[in-house]
Nanobody, 115 residues
Framework: QVHLVESGGALVQPGGSLRLSCAAS????????MGWFRQAPGKQRELVAR???????NYADSVKGRFTISRDNAKNTVYLQMNSLKPDDTAVYYC?????????WGQGTQVTVSS
């Protein structure tokens, strides 16, 4: 059974930084593509960043240069380092992966950027 558990969300001031973590189980982590998505109130869930098995990455235009996705295969964990945070980054952040053609999501972690 696939489990994704996010952590690290918090209230932070504009310009601040946070690091989100997602611990995965039930998948062959080193062979899995991993992604971070976010959903703000009243908006659709959107891709923030993705990292492939070969450590290839891609980012939403809105976070390029500010966010960095990384993975530690020894810990079955994917990270999202978020710098220069803006109020528009406020959302619930979800970890995502796929297995056997199915999408799996964590429970989400709240990030609030406000002064």
């Amino acid at each position: 059974q696939v489990h994704l558990v996010e952590s690290g969300g918090a209230l932070v001031q504009p310009g601040g930084s946070l690091r989100l973590s997602c611990a995965a189980s039930g998948i062959w982590f080193s062979l899995s593509d991993m992604g971070w998505f976010r959903q703000a109130p009243g908006k659709q869930r959107e891709l923030v960043a993705r990292i492939g098995r070969a450590y290839n990455t891609n980012y939403a235009d809105s976070v390029k240069g500010r966010f960095t996705i990384s993975r530690d295969n020894a810990k079955n964990t994917v990270y999202l380092q978020m710098n220069s945070l803006k109020p528009d980054d406020t959302a619930v952040y979800y970890c995502n992966t796929q297995k056997n053609g199915n999408d799996y999501w964590g429970q989400g972690t709240q990030v609030t950027v406000s002064s």
